[in-house]
């Protein structure tokens, strides 16, 4: 019998996961974030439910602040898949104008993300939301279950995790408690990279070379996408070849100079780089245990 | 310290990105653990492992340089721990709370490391660590030596059947690398796993000092003395079990696929087996059959499914099937039954209370059960088995687990997915333990098998193999027993079921009112043939290994049983052989006139006329007649699917 590659147990574990959880839940959504991770991770829930469309929706929780190349994938994706789309953007957010410029990426992260996410969860009544959340990321996310609860307040409590063994998941909730449930726990950068490019799924453009108009900012080049991009006095675009490692909003998302074009050659990249893949965002350059910090308070 | 890994992988890397991603794309995965007492140097070997093995990048490096200033146990050295333990409340504390996954690749292979807390109060996260893990570094503090909580960890990671136990003896530059504090460690831990009757089959012992990096991915100086594998060597190489190629199909339903009208699948993890299009199957519970049709997926239809794959199958016929049924192959299917014996972990501050209804979790299905008083509690620095009403927090117990109704199992040592279990309280929700079934203590009453009558030839269908008697005869030394727990050992490896009736389970027993005179001897024969013939009708592959010196008492039992189902084995030695073996002193006390009617002395052998095989022992050593038999069996169709 031909034994499973190691990509072929984490797609097979995965799968195992989506089904589990759409099964022993009520209301279950996709947080579809239009990266890489959440690129594999609709391609997973395709092939865990084929032939059947999956069974819930994808959920964007917007800050208006994406490329627009990901709002033209994030269609895209919507609509090669058949699946429901909701787009929640945090009224108050909108409505205060709230930008990582004059706010700040803190505020503005929190305001957009964190807060929004919670609105659109309670508002939809949703109980399980998919994640794409690796275990290598970041260190708090390393401890974090596959099956992982949330309060009613949205909050994690790390000292407090339910044990999980072998691949019996408990499923059964408090009133008022949700689940988060993270497909890809044990799948690295490299994994993603090698079974986007091995099942050839679509993914944003901007994480291949091209040339792009930056601008340098406290040591990151910044990508101006769009017009609402407020130059400092001295600052002038230049077009320079540049890919992303991560996607957010792109004033906070940075670019690193390359000529990688295709997968390979990312992958390469990535492979003989020095830096982990977070060093792009802002975010966590905020205060150091910052993610275990904001995911206690609810971010994803 | 600088060390030969990934050196190849980013030649590679660098020159042919390509072929680098074929080869990786095809390295095995190794899942391990570290566990041990608290602070014995746990998730400081892991982040050692991980600088030796390159997978930090410059900005975790600086990051574990400023935590370390911050946080450290090192003054101003690196805190290895401190890349594992991400919490805020760990760094604080400077110890593990809860399990930490890691992942890293060498040259060979890709890792997946989980770290575990050593604390007690955190052994529930010790055991989800383990769960999903092939092999354990076990650390020791060469300064403390085996500890309580070293045994608990042993003791928990045999339970859940990990073979493989790497002993790392740790600290050793604070013992001055010394090789008799070592082998001393080394001389009482093995002791201790000898007395535990669990899975570990394999310990290697590794001198180490994490934080310094001795013996992790190269042979250190400060240990001439050692001339083992360093641990990444050994966790390269090590050779984990790979999923038995004919073990029978397991498969969970978790959820039933029904796009429209037309289309019904049933969607699961494979946990055992492969299958493929045109397979006989069996629901379980139902014990409805069918075939599969077809193995559906998103990149068109598949030709088999494996051990460890999702799948969507559809069969032939239109069955009702729900979410937590086994789909199963239908000539090997799953137990079926609603009451065990197990072994049970008790996870939750809360102790057990005995017959409360508790929700149990196997599979895709969550059941309604309650748990016995404990048989008996493990205490984990003796083994000793104690008496105990509940089970506290931590102990491990062997109980029984008795369900609201029956459910497909298999048990734990032969099937991990299919022999475990959670226990889900039903008010906290909370999993309060986790179990292994060790086998049912009740088969299912209410069991709705498809409208066959249960005869020997559904016995056997069930089986998958016919039943048939073994029939040994010879002198007494000549052989029998030897050769015939032989062969009821190979038929078993190959998933016969067979049942060896000999002079020790039957003289002592059914046969106790007897004696060796003649008729005595004739009665012991045909109640033999008795029960070989009932056992028979129980679908069983019977071994009878009695002297048996009269033909026509043979002949009897061979009548009671169907043309073809006896097999008359001729094991002839000769009488000078035997004699001169002598092993019991029987041929001795019987020319001595100390015992009376002896076959071979004072009473007659009749050798068979005709034997279906006639073993000439003074030519055939005992594997090789064995060997002889199973082929026999094999040439005449018996062996069925286990051929
Ligand atoms: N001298 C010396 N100190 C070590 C060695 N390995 C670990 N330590 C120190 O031992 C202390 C405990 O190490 P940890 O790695 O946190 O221990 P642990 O086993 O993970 O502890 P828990 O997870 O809390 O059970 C730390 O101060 C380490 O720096 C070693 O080989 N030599
Ligand atoms: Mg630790």
Redesign the interface.
């Known amino acids: 019998?031909?034994?499973?590659?190691?990509?072929?147990?984490l797609?097979?574990?995965s799968?195992?996961i989506l089904?589990?959880a759409?099964?022993e839940s009520q209301r279950p959504v996709m947080l579809y974030s239009i990266g890489k991770d959440s690129s594999v991770m609709l391609h997973l829930a395709?092939?865990?439910?084929?032939?059947?469309?999956p069974p819930f929706p994808l959920l964007h929780v917007d800050t208006t602040w994406k490329f627009r190349d990901m709002y033209a994938m994030r269609e895209r994706a919507a609509r090669e898949s058949g699946m429901e789309l909701i787009v929640h953007k945090n009224p108050e957010a909108e409505a205060l104008g709230i930008n990582p410029f004059t706010h700040g990426s803190a505020k503005h992260t929190d305001m957009w993300k964190t807060q929004g996410l919670k609105q659109a969860l309670d508002l939809h009544r949703f109980d399980l939301a998919f994640g794409g959340a690796r275990?290598?990321e970041?260190?708090?996310?390393?401890?974090e279950r596959v099956f992982s609860f949330r309060s009613a307040q949205h909050q994690w409590d790390?000292?407090n995790?339910?044990?999980?063994?072998?691949?019996?998941y408990?499923t059964?909730?408090?009133p008022g408690e949700s689940i988060r449930v993270f497909p890809l726990?044990?799948w690295?950068e490299?994994d993603i990279w090698?079974y986007i490019?091995?099942e050839d799924i679509p993914i944003v453009p901007l994480y291949l070379a091209a040339e792009r108009p930056v601008v340098e900012r406290d040591g990151m080049l910044i990508m101006v996408d769009d017009e609402r991009f407020p130059l400092r006095s001295g600052e002038t675009p230049k077009n320079k070849s540049v890919r992303f490692r991560t996607l957010g909003c792109y004033p906070l998302s940075g670019a690193i100079e390359s000529t990688a074009a295709t997968l390979?050659?990312i992958?390469?990249e990535m492979?003989?780089?020095?830096?982990?893949e977070?060093?792009g965002r802002l975010i966590d350059h905020d205060s150091?245990?910052s993610m275990?910090k904001k995911k206690a308070e609810g971010y994803f | 310290m600088n060390t030969a890994f990934q050196s190849t992988d980013r030649a590679l890397i660098e020159t042919d990105i390509e072929q680098y991603l074929r080869t990786h794309e095809n390295k095995s995965l190794l899942r391990f653990i570290t566990c041990g007492s608290v602070d014995d140097g746990k998730s400081t070997l892991i982040g050692r492992m991980l600088y030796e093995a390159k997978a930090l990048l410059d900005d975790q490096m600086s990051t574990l340089d400023a935590d370390s200033k911050k946080h450290g146990t090192q003054g101003d050295e690196l805190d290895f721990a401190l890349l594992v333990d991400g919490l805020s409340a760990e760094r604080e504390q400077g110890i593990t709370i809860d399990v930490a996954y890691r992942f890293f690749s060498t040259d060979k292979r890709k890792f997946i490391v989980a770290d575990t807390p050593g604390h007690e109060q955190y052994t529930r996260n010790m055991v989800t660590g383990a769960s999903t893990a092939d092999l354990a570094v076990i650390l020791i503090d060469a300064r403390k030596g085996v500890l309580t909580q070293t045994r608990r960890h042993s003791y928990l990671v045999s339970l859940v059947g990990i073979k493989h136990v790497v002993l790392a003896v740790n600290k050793l530059d604070l013992v001055g690398y010394s090789e008799q504090v070592f082998n001393e460690i080394d001389r009482e831990y093995r002791a201790f796993i000898e007395r535990l009757d669990g899975s570990i089959e394999r310990v290697t012992s590794i001198p180490m000092a994490a934080l310094r990096g001795d013996n992790i991915a190269e042979a250190s100086t400060n240990t001439p003395w050692y001339t083992g594998p360093n641990l990444l060597e050994f966790l390269e190489n090590v050779e984990i079990a790979a999923s038995s190629t004919n073990a029978p199909l397991r498969m969970p339903v978790q959820w039933v696929n029904r796009p429209n009208l037309d289309f019904r699948g049933f969607s699961g993890r494979i946990l055992g087996g492969s299958v493929k299009p045109g397979d006989a199957i069996r629901v379980l519970p139902s014990g409805k059959t069918s075939t599969v049709a077809r193995i559906v997926s998103l990149d068109g239809d598949k030709a088999q499914g494996v051990s460890g794959e999702s799948v969507t199958l559809t069969l032939a016929d239109e069955i009702d099937i729900s979410r937590g049924d086994v789909i199963s192959s239908a000539h090997d299917p799953a137990g079926l039954a609603d009451q065990f014996e197990a072994t049970i972990a008790w996870l939750d501050e809360t102790p057990m209370l005995p017959g409360r209804a508790y929700l149990v979790k196997t599979g895709a299905s969550t059941v309604g059960g309650s748990i016995s008083k404990p048989k008996y509690v493990v205490e984990v620095n003796t083994l000793d088995r104690l008496v105990a009403k509940t089970l506290n927090v931590n102990e491990v117990g062997v109980c029984t687990l008795t369900l609201d109704r029956a459910i497909a199992f298999d048990p734990y040592a032969d099937n991990r997915d299919m022999g475990s279990f959670i226990v889900i309280d039903r008010l906290s929700n909370h999993t309060i333990a986790a179990g292994t079934i060790h086998f049912a203590l009740r088969r299912s009453q209410n069991i709705h098998w498809q409208a066959l009558e249960v005869d020997k030839a559904a016995r056997a269908r069930l089986n998958g193999h016919k039943p048939c008697v073994l029939w040994f005869t010879g002198l007494s030394g000549s052989g029998k027993s030897t050769i015939a727990n032989l062969v009821e050992r190979k038929l078993h490896a190959l998933g016969v079921r067979t049942y060896l009736l000999d002079g020790d389970n039957v003289r002592h027993g059914l046969n106790k009112d007897l004696g060796f005179t003649a008729p005595d001897r004739i009665e012991n024969i045909r109640r033999i043939g008795e029960v070989a013939k009932l056992m028979v009708d129980a679908g069983l592959i019977v071994l009878t290994a009695f002297i048996s010196p009269f033909r026509s008492e043979r002949k009897l039992a061979r009548d009671m049983v169907g043309a073809g189902e006896f097999v008359e084995i001729f094991v002839d030695t000769s009488l000078a052989v035997v004699e001169a073996r002598d092993p019991k002193g029987l041929y001795k006390k019987a020319r001595r006139g100390e015992l009376k009617n002896f076959t071979g002395i004072d009473s007659p052998y009749e050798a068979p006329d005709a034997p279906e095989l006639h073993l000439e022992t003074e030519k055939l050593n005992a594997e090789a007649a064995a060997d002889s038999i199973v082929a026999e069996l094999r040439a005449r169709g018996v062996l069925g699917l286990h051929a």
């Open positions: 019998m031909p034994s499973l590659t190691h990509l072929q147990r797609e097979a574990e799968i195992d089904r589990e759409v099964a395709r092939k865990a439910f084929y032939p059947s469309r275990r290598d970041e260190k708090s996310r390393a401890k790390p000292k995790q339910r044990p999980e063994l072998w691949r019996l408990n059964r909730k408090n726990s044990n690295t490299l090698q490019h091995l390979p050659a992958i390469q492979l003989l780089a020095t830096t982990t977070r060093q150091s245990a275990e």
